[in-house]
Antibody, heavy 124, light 107 residues
Framework: EVQLLESGGGLVQPGGSLRLSCAAS????????MSWVRQAPGKGLEWVSA????????YYADSVKGRFTISRDNSKNTLYLQMNSLRAEDTAVYYC?????????????????WGQGTTVTVSS | DIQMTQSPSTLSASVGDRVTITCRAS??????LAWYQQKPGKAPKLLIY???SLESGVPSRFSGSGSGTEFTLTISSLQPDDFATYYC?????????FGQGTKLEIK
């Protein structure tokens, strides 16, 4: 069974840092691009970042560029999101997402598997 | 960046109704459009990809159509389990973008 399990969420003060992790199982992790998608309380879905299967290509939403870093460790089947300089508007449930490929390694894709989400709250 | 606009924002319907949700892209995205269903407190679920391809395990009452800038999601006969929020997503180019969502409510 394909599974994604996020961890690392919590309460952090504005300006602080947090690292999210996503443990993947049930598929060949290195063969798939992965992504982070977030959802603020009562709001819609917002794409945050994506990374190619090899880890060699990364992409970011303007709202997080320069503050967040996506990475992966294919030997550990784990995806990460390092979040620095956190702001109140970063408060959200963060979902780890497996990308359904288009057949081109660096092309964007849709999400066919979602994690259960981890909650990040930025507040003093 | 490509903007995605869904309509309506809220839709009231009854079990058995046929409903259609529209998603418009600010520029052509070919057929690189997906539809998701989300229920409260749960992760979204992929329904349709590449505008009209039904994801495995999704009931055939769900269908998608369109290309370029205008797309629709149709539910042919609403079931009680279908009352949820629906999102479209373009994945033609980065940054990927979601529509603002359509909440399907029971009339």
């Amino acid at each position: 069974e394909v599974q994604l399990l996020e961890s690392g969420g919590g309460l952090v003060q504005p300006g602080g840092s947090l690292r999210l992790s996503c443990a993947a199982s049930g598929f060949t992790f290195s063969s798939y691009a992965m992504s982070w998608v977030r959802q603020a309380p009562g709001k819609g879905l917002e794409w945050v970042s994506a990374i190619s299967g090899s880890g060699g290509s990364t992409y970011y939403a303007d709202s997080v560029k320069g503050r967040f870093t996506i990475s992966r460790d294919n030997s550990k089947n784990t995806l990460y999101l390092q979040m620095n300089s956190l702001r109140a508007e970063d408060t959200a449930v963060y979902y780890c997402a497996k990308i359904k490929g288009r057949g081109i390694a660096v092309a964007p894709g849709c999400v066919d598997v979602w994690g259960q989400g981890t909650t990040v709250t930025v507040s003093s | 960046d490509i903007q995605m606009t869904q309509s309506p924002s809220t839709l009231s319907a009854s079990v058995g109704d046929r409903v259609t949700i529209t998603c418009r892209a600010s520029q052509s995205i070919s057929s690189w459009l997906a539809w998701y269903q989300q229920k409260p407190g749960k992760a979204p679920k992929l329904l349709i990809y590449k505008a009209s391809s039904l994801e495995s395990g999704v009931p055939s009452r769900f269908s998608g159509s369109g290309s370029g800038t205008e797309f629709t999601l149709t539910i042919s006969s609403l079931q009680p389990d279908d009352f949820a929020t629906y999102y479209c997503q373009q994945y033609n180019s980065y940054p990927v973008a979601f529509g603002q969502g359509t909440k399907l409510e029971i009339k």
